[in-house]
């Protein structure tokens, strides 16, 4: 049975600065939003793609997805919501009831590679009901006491080799996070990843390898490494 793939792209992207909504931002000619579902389309896992639009640009993204082929997947598309986590609660219900799993991946990811889409897919039709895509850190981290301005007293350093930058696709068990995301709701609980909804109900969430280039673009200089890495390929 196939997946079907949630992807949140509702959001401004205020961290990229003044223009469009970040998910209608073009790379290489094309909107962040399509290389997004395109990449997930061309996983052979992958049967249904449903976007979480902007509010206020759902026939735009319509249009906008029309325009591009799309490898004959069965693509919808439904207004997100205020947060990324209502958005994607609210792509969720757009899932046919009996698919067994569901991939969310971010719109402002456009360059993840297919076989990460596969291996988060596989591991989750293998049975694990959570699975994220990771890299280490190339970074060292160091947890502080945040000041609204100055110096910022360190607490400590974590240890590095335990950490991970996780990534999009995450993949889950339907059912698993639909209830996840109710609860959420009913609770008033808020996360800023899917996976740490199953977690913070006591679920089991396991890391696969993410890859290098499915990093999130958030800030400017992101697009011009994406741009970069989309040349890269083309040539
Ligand atoms: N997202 C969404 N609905 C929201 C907010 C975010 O669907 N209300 C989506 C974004 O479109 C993006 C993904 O969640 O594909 C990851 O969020 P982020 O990188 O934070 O994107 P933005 O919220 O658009 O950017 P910013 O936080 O800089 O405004
Ligand atoms: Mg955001």
């Given amino acids: 049975q196939l997946a079907a793939a949630v992807v949140p792209a509702a959001g401004r992207g205020e961290r990229l600065g003044p223009g469009a909504p970040k998910a209608l931002r073009e790379l290489g000619g094309v909107p962040l939003l399509v290389h997004a579902v395109r990449a997930l389309a061309r996983s052979r896992a992958v049967g249904l793609v449903v976007v979480c639009a902007p509010p206020d640009g759902v026939a735009e993204v319509?249009?906008?997805?029309?325009?591009?082929?799309?490898?004959?997947?069965?693509?919808?598309v439904v207004p997100g919501g205020a947060s990324r986590q209502e958005s994607v609660r609210l792509g969720l219900a757009a899932v046919p009831e009996g698919t067994r799993v569901v991939l969310v991946h971010d719109a402002a990811r456009p360059l993840v590679p297919v076989e990460v889409v596969d291996a988060v897919a596989a591991a989750v039709r293998a049975g694990a009901g959570a699975v994220v895509p990771a890299v280490p850190l190339a970074d060292t981290v160091k947890r502080v006491e945040p000041q609204p301005s100055g110096p910022e007293p360190v607490l400590d350093t974590p240890d590095r080799a335990a950490l991970r930058a996780v990534q999009t696709p995450q993949g889950f068990d339907l059912p698993g996070l639909v209830e996840a995301h109710g609860r959420a709701l009913a609770e008033g609980v808020e996360v800023t990843d899917d996976a740490g909804l199953i977690e913070r109900f006591g679920g089991r969430v396991v890391v696969v390898p993410g890859h290098e280039e499915a990093f999130k673009v958030t800030r400017p200089l992101d697009l011009v490494l994406a741009e970069a890495v989309l040349a890269r390929r083309r040539a």
């Fill in 62 to 76: 319509v249009s906008l997805l029309d325009s591009h082929g799309l490898d004959g997947k069965d693509v919808r």
